[in-house]
């Protein structure tokens, strides 16, 4: 198993080796996807370079949404975002786990309707845009 230089660069955190870590951990290695056909600057294989990309991209909505639905900011959105990948996953990566799927789905379909509720971040924020707006 490759390992990137990411992990050994002394110049980098102890945050961002972990999230690299956990980014290996949790979706595999670019390297045993293989070579899609072609190469990109510095002679990585294209869809080695994709699937990273990809596998970035998912571990950060994986890490930031949760938060952000907790707190209650911008729920809407973020419940938009995770029906999004919901699907993705459903269609592309585990489609015999749509009963799990489905009540996620119901969840997140409740937040995109009625948004965050009054005690979210989104309702305080509101609040006060319709305070200042009445002075």
Do not use: K
């Not at 110049?11 to 293989?34: M, P, T």
């Not at 938060?67 to 959105?77: E, K, M, N, Q």
């Not at 993705?88 to 015999?96: D, K, R």
């Amino acid at each position: 198993m490759a390992r990137s230089h990411a992990i050994h660069n002394p110049g980098h955190s102890v945050a961002a080796r972990g999230c690299h870590r956990l980014l290996e951990f949790s979706h595999g290695q670019a390297g045993e996807l293989g070579n899609g056909g072609g190469t990109v600057p510095g002679g990585i294989p294209a869809a080695a370079t994709a699937a990273r990309t990809g596998r970035y991209l998912a571990v950060s909505v994986e890490l930031t949404t949760p938060v952000l639905l907790v707190l209650g900011l911008a729920a809407r959105p973020v419940a938009l975002i995770l029906l999004g990948m919901i699907t993705v996953i459903q269609l592309f990566v585990y489609p015999l786990a749509w009963p799990t799927h489905i009540q996620w789905a119901a969840m997140l379909l409740v937040l995109l309707a009625r948004g965050g509720g009054a005690l979210s971040v989104d309702w305080l924020i509101h609040r006060r845009l319709m305070d200042a707006s009445e002075h």
